[in-house]
């Protein structure tokens, strides 16, 4: 039987209202603020939800090469 490897990717999302000249300078603001951890996303701000084969295993198909180390990867098999 194949593996593949799975990625599943969820998105968290937060809009902030900010007093700036310029878009630029609004971006800017709230890049320091998260930087100095002002600004902390949490499951309140999920947003969406991707699941696609792994960019790291065949070529975007998601099928793991045989004999592929993947011991370090969360497994799902014929006992989940």
Known sequence: MAQYGISVREILKRT???EAESLEEAIQKVEDAVE?????????????REIVPSEYFGNGSGE?????????????GEDN
């Open 36 to 48: 100095r951890e002002e600004i902390i996303l949490d499951v309140d701000d999920y947003d969406d």
């Open 16 to 18: 902030v209202i900010v």
């Open 64 to 76: 793991v090469p045989e004999g592929e180390d993947v011991s370090s990867y969360w497994h799902i």
